[in-house]
C-alpha cells in the first residue's frame, strides 16, 4: 500500500537500512556473549590418566643373606735372602817394610847421594838459616846438562842488603862449557834473594857454591 508520497507504510529509506545493520551486529555480539558466558559457567570433565600394573607374585621364603667371611689375605712375596757378611771382616795387612825395600834399594855406604848444592860464606856471616834458603832457592834453578858426572863448578857472587845478586863470577870451572853455563845460569835465575838479616851489620856478603850434578 502506497501513500500519496510514494513510499510504502514503514519505509523510510536510507535510515531504515542503517537500524536493521546495527540491530544485526548487536544480535551477533549478544550471541557471542551467551555463548562464551555459556562455556565458561559449564565445569570440564578430568579425565585422570591411566596405569597399566603387573602383579608379581612373591616367593614363600625369601633366603637369608649369606654370613661374611673371613677377609681375604693377600700372599706376601718373600724376599730373596742377602747373603750374610761375615761379622768381622780381616783387616789387609801392608808389608810396608818390604814394599819400601822394593821401591827404595838401599844404598851402601860408598854410595851416598851427593849434595849437589854447597853454599859457603865469610865465617863473620853467623845466619845458618840464611844460607839454608839461598841453597834451596839455587837448587830449584839447578838443571846441569844430562850426561854430566864427575864435574863440579864453584861460582861466587855478592848478595846485597835488598837480597840482589851483583857480579857472579865462576871461580873454579868444571872444564864443560854447558856445565860452566849451568852453573852461571842458576845463580842468576835464583836473584833476588831474600833481604839480609837484621843483625848482619855488613851491606852485603860474599857467598861461594859448589855445583855438582845431581844423582
Avoid at 570440564?44 to 602383579?55: D, N, R
Amino acid at each position: 500500500m502506497r501513500l500519496v508520497t510514494g513510499n510504502r507504510i514503514g519505509q523510510s529509506g536510507p535510515e531504515f537500512v542503517l537500524a536493521v545493520f546495527f540491530s544485526f551486529i548487536i544480535h551477533v555480539l549478544f550471541l557471542f556473549a551467551a555463548l562464551f558466558l555459556y562455556i565458561r559457567a559449564v565445569p570440564k570433565a578430568y579425565v585422570p590418566p591411566v596405569y597399566e600394573v603387573s602383579v608379581v607374585s612373591l616367593p614363600e621364603e625369601i633366603p637369608p643373606p649369606p654370613e661374611p667371611g673371613p677377609p681375604a689375605v693377600k700372599p706376601q712375596r718373600k724376599k730373596p735372602k742377602s747373603p750374610e757378611l761375615p761379622k768381622t771382616m780381616p783387616e789387609p795387612r801392608l808389608d810396608i817394610t818390604r814394599q819400601r825395600t822394593e821401591a827404595e834399594p838401599r844404598l851402601q855406604p860408598d854410595e851416598a847421594p851427593r849434595n849437589a848444592v854447597t853454599v859457603q860464606a865469610a865465617p863473620t856471616f853467623k845466619f845458618p838459616w840464611y844460607l839454608a834458603i839461598v841453597s834451596g832457592k839455587i837448587r830449584q834453578n839447578w838443571n846441569p846438562p844430562p850426561g854430566a858426572r864427575e864435574l863440579r863448578a864453584r861460582v861466587a857472587f855478592r848478595i846485597y842488603r835488598s837480597g840482589i845478586v851483583l857480579e857472579p863470577k865462576l871461580e873454579q870451572g868444571s872444564s864443560n862449557f854447558y856445565f860452566d853455563q849451568a852453573a852461571m845460569r842458576a845463580i842468576l835465575m835464583s836473584s833476588p834473594f831474600p833481604r839480609l838479616p837484621e843483625g848482619f851489620g855488613r851491606e852485603f856478603v860474599d857467598i861461594s857454591v859448589d855445583l855438582e850434578p845431581k844423582e
